[in-house]
């Protein structure tokens, strides 16, 4: 028995002893602990950022109607204050991240604790046990690096900014701060790259999806697999159900109901036509550029947005039937072969091989890439990145025969280098019945452009094909020749020469005196090679004739009409002061058309056409107001009322009986005037005018020049697109009204200047002087002599 008690006395005193040690080594690590937690916290860095958080906010630019046309940033994100959130993405996210968010002071222990253990069993740091308000310091001020010491880190910076934010400011901080996939920054951005909605528009299962998306963006990304964000979404819900947060039968129809993401729009995507797309990628980036100079770096993480004055409907026409009208043309001219190859040979390489051969195509709106899977005389199948199939019957590929080997044949060249085969990497297209056909993107390029000519407000840009391939903008870069687009401005300055509409001037050969061509002779001619004598100035206006143009320049002073060409805002330097200048030898871009044409449209105001109608911050507080002047506010008067009312009937003229006359046929409007323009050679077209109250001005060309055909014109390529549109956006539209000024007389159906109706130009190249009474039997005599 004694010896027994002297155990249980060593026994009691190992134990008091481990007992106090134990105490001890606790209260020592606890010091240390705090010691150390205390001196990271006092190295902690200001929360400034959070205390006063300003979200990065791309630029934005969006059309007049509001539509989101372009964004440029690093990160896409929609701010949405903490009050606008939700309630069931609130509790979708508690729910998902951290249910006790509203209890803990910024640390959950036992969770912390859990992912601790788990740790170290493991021997991984794989869990971080990290808590709304942790994610948000790692978030804002430490590195991806999973070490323990930034742990410490992390929980200090919990601490502080739960000191120093409430509750609700720091879930707005984390809801619209935290990455979500797909460039996108917070759940209000999130929900329209994913479900195209806003964040108040979601349902109880799309919120369970965005809320599963925090822990891994890539790996629940229903963009990218559908079957983890499925399972990723369901335990969120089962989370909010377990919860409380919603009732068993919510549960149950959101576990119900199928993902559908905003693409999947695959199939849409692969259907859509290009009717429904604005292609602005050029009116986004003139946009952005002309914002620069003003908000510097600054302009693409503040929030600003920009109110363009293009018209959604008006774009819409325009880029749909300028890119209808290039591929139309493109396909007259035959399949120049396919874009590459993709290797089919081995089964286990060739699905990735196709995406592979596809990743490299840049897609075009209803131009889809796709690779030839099966080819044969009567059928093509062809296989798009999602993995779709398309068929084509031999309709649809019949443009491309020359480049398909027929059996026991081998091509050759050009046509062997992009030779139509299996595995070739091909476009295809859909038509509005849904038939599939081969396709290519246009080789030719093309502009369009059109404002209101009282305001100067751009209403549609259509800088080329397709901005993602060619960036290149031909409405505002492109200094191309104008052709006889450019007569009615030779003309005009005519009028105030003293010509008038009834001056007969000579359509017959002319040669030029090589002293005054630079040592070489030359003999213009007309585009149809046709010469018909004596013709009045409205009629060879109408009739687009060169040599009477070149007559005119003559009579009238080459250094006068380059003079004069400047009150249209055209710069004098750009048309040297030769006699091609008749022939529209110089050179001008769209816009400057546009600007040029809008003077005689309004009366004889220069008003400049502008794109940017107001800028305001992320708040919606306006930085920047338009105020362009406009006819009666400021714009200039350059041009004499008389000479625009003359010069307007003139245009009219080429619409009702000349080179126009298709256009008014279409249009059926006294309001129009318009005309047509032609290089040498072919190598620019154009179609210029106006109706209702807009300008309007379209192009075609190469961007390496090179004629458009022997028989192209700007009758017959730009025309079309200008009446297109035209007849589209002033269906219903009242006609313009122009009043004649009151110095302007009428004689038989031909406007005047009234104080020159005795004193005037009445004839030019005839050789003599006429009165108008003498004009028919001398045209007659001098058409006999000279034909």
Known sequence: MK???????????????????????????????????????????????????????????????????????????????????????????????????????????????????????TGRRGQGGSTITMQVARNFFLSSERSYTRKLYEVALAFKIEQNLSK???????????????????????????????LRDLSISEAAVLAGLPVAPSAYNPLVNMRRA???????????????????????????????????????????????????????????????????????????NVYTTIRSRDQLIASNTVRQNMIEYDRRYGYRGVEG??????????????????????????????????????????????GETVQLDDKGFAFAQRFIAKKGQTLKGRYKEKELKVGAVVRVTQDRKGKWSLGQIPAVESAFISANFNTGAIYSLVGGFDFKINQFNHVTQAWRQPGSSFKPFIYSAALDKGFTP??????????????????????????????????????????????????????????????????????????????????????????EMVTGYSVFANGGYLVQPYLIEKVTDSQGNVLMQAHNAKVGDGAPRTLDARNAYVMHSLLHGVAVRGTGRRAGNALKREDMGVKTGTTNDALDAWFAGYAGEITAVGWMG????????ANAYGAGLVLPVWVDYMKNVLKDAPEYYRPQPADVVEINGQPFYADQVGDTVQTLGLGESTTPGEVDPITETIRDQIF
């Open 702 to 709: 190469y961007d390496q020049p090179k004629s458009l055909g």
């Open 230 to 304: 499925t399972m990723r979404r369901n335990y969120v819900l089962g989370r909010m159900f377990n919860l409380g947060y919603i009732d068993e039968i919510t549960y149950a129809s959101a576990i119900a109901q199928p993902i559908e993401v905003r693409q999947t729009t695959a199939e849409q995507q692969k259907t859509q036509l290009q009717t429904q797309e604005l292609h602005a990628g050029y009116i986004a980036e003139l946009a952005r550029m002309l914002m620069v100079p003003y908000f510097k770096d600054t302009i693409y993480d503040q929030g600003i």
């Open 3 to 121: 010896i027994k008690k002297t155990q249980n006395s060593w026994l009691k005193k190992a134990f008091k002893w481990l007992t106090i040690t134990g105490f001890c080594g606790a209260g020592a690590a606890i010091g240390i602990g705090l010691v150390v937690f205390s001196v990271v916290y006092y190295q902690l860095p200001p929360i400034d950022a959070l205390t006063q958080y300003r979200p990065k906010v791309p630029l934005r630019i969006y059309t007049a109607d509001g539509d989101l046309i372009g964004e440029f940033g690093e990160e896409r994100r929609d701010y949405v204050p903490f009050e606008e959130i939700p309630r069931h993405v609130k509790l979708a996210i508690l729910a998902a991240e951290d249910d006790g968010f509203y209890e803990h002071s910024g640390i959950e222990l036992t969770g912390f604790i859990r992912a601790a253990l788990a740790n170290i069993i």
């Open 168 to 198: 609700d400011k720091i879930f707005e901080v984390y809801a619209n701060q935290i990455f979500l996939g797909h460039r996108s920054y917070g759940f209000g951005s999130a929900s329209k790259t994913y479900f195209g909605k806003d």
């Open 341 to 386: 190859y993709a290797d089919l040979s081995h089964e286990e390489t060739r699905e990735a091989n196709i995406r592979m051969a596809l990743s490299k195509v840049i897609s075009s709106s209803n131009l889809l890439p796709g690779v030839v899977t099966e080819l044969t005389p009567k059928r093509m199948t062809v296989q798009l990145y999602d």
């Open 502 to 591: 009834a001056t007969v001037i000579n359509d017959a050969p002319l040669s030029i005196d090589p002293r005054l061509t630079g040592g070489k002779l030359w003999e213009p001619r007309n585009d149809d090679r046709k010469y018909d004598g004596p013709m009045t100035l409205a009629d060879a206006i109408a009739r687009s004739k060169n040599l009477v143009s070149i007559r005119i320049v003559q009579a009238i002073d080459p250094y006068y009409a380059q003079q004069f060409v400047s009150r249209f805002g055209f710069d004098p330097k750009n048309h040297p002061p030769l006699l091609t200048m008749a022939l529209g030898v110089g050179s001008v871009t769209p816009w």
